[in-house]
């Protein structure tokens, strides 16, 4: 392999680093509550609200406008509220259910805004795998700089948010406000899927999120080494991804996608004889 292509993939790679950093972390939390398809719906919804600002005259078509990214979040925020509003363990509703039923509106809703455009087929491909290998480096920058406030944001309070995370009833108990909390939650968790959602697809910020903390969970229960080896799937299964796809022909995100997959069962397959062991 030539300097050339090395080049040519060290910004989509470094790009899949930055995404899975921060989204293994936020799988701990997810996983934890027991939301595992609330990224699934709030890229989805962030997708959707790019949609609509793509067909806005402003935009001019362009999907990387700052204006689509703008409503994008908007969408995303408008989904965290609801998403923290109706968590309660009185509920008679499971909010799972409201996840999912958001998906799948939102999905739908998507497919008829693209009805009324002339690429629709590329855009719904755009919007579940993504183009990593188109990003630039300013993109990857600018990423990995908003991810870090939303890290040091999360470090800061991370006792708070594990304790809500891991036992809600004790802290609502304690007189905490959950529902804000909980709202402080999924609008840093917005902030990062609709960021991801525009470089990677959907699926592929979906699998960042879950994949790696369902690995790590075969084989740790403390978050420090659980923390330790989605970090360390998310690396490799990201090289491997990005390489196998250059070498293949394929595209990057589906590759990186179905990796993971492969690797999940796997690292399941071994997980007795590592156990004996």
């Given at each position: 392999?030539?300097?050339?292509?090395?080049?040519?993939?060290?910004?989509?790679?470094?790009?899949?680093?930055?995404?899975?950093?921060?989204?293994?972390?936020?799988?701990?939390?997810?996983?934890?509550?027991?939301?595992?398809?609330?990224?699934?719906?709030?890229?989805?919804?962030?997708?959707f609200g790019a949609?609509?600002?793509?067909?806005?005259?402003?935009?001019?078509?362009?999907?990387?406008?700052?204006?689509?990214?703008?409503?994008a979040l908007v969408f995303t925020f408008i989904g965290a509220a609801m998403f923290a509003t109706i968590r309660s363990r009185r509920a008679r509703i499971p909010q799972e259910a409201i996840i999912g039923i958001s998906y799948a509106v939102a999905s739908a809703a998507t497919i008829l805004a693209l009805s009324k455009s002339t690429s629709e087929g590329e855009h719904l491909k755009d919007m579940l795998v993504g183009n990593l290998l188109s990003v630039s480096w300013r993109e990857v920058w600018q990423t990995a700089a908003l991810y870090a406030v939303i890290g040091a944001f999360h470090f800061v309070y991370r006792k708070r948010f594990l304790a809500i995370s891991m036992n809600p009833e004790a802290v609502e108990a304690s007189g905490v406000n959950l529902r804000l909390w909980d709202f402080l939650f999924y609008v840093s968790f917005g902030f990062v899927v609709t960021r991801s959602v525009a470089m990677a697809g959907v699926l592929l910020v979906f699998c960042y999120l879950i994949v790696p903390s369902v690995a790590a969970m075969l084989y740790a229960e403390n978050i420090g080494p659980r923390l330790a080896i989605g970090w360390t799937m998310g690396t490799i299964v990201s090289a491997l991804g990005v390489w196998l796809s250059l070498q293949l022909d394929l595209p990057t995100g589906a590759t990186i996608v179905c990796t993971f997959g492969i690797v999940l069962a796997l690292m399941a397959a071994v997980r007795p004889a590592i156990k004996r062991a």
């Open positions: 392999m030539n300097w050339d292509i090395l080049s040519f993939l060290a910004a989509p790679f470094v790009a899949s680093l930055v995404i899975a950093g921060i989204h293994a972390y936020l799988g701990v939390h997810v996983v934890e509550r027991g939301v595992i398809f609330v990224d699934l719906s709030l890229a989805q919804i962030a997708a949609t609509v600002a793509i067909l806005l005259p402003w935009s001019d078509g362009d999907p990387h406008s700052p204006s689509v990214y703008w409503v």
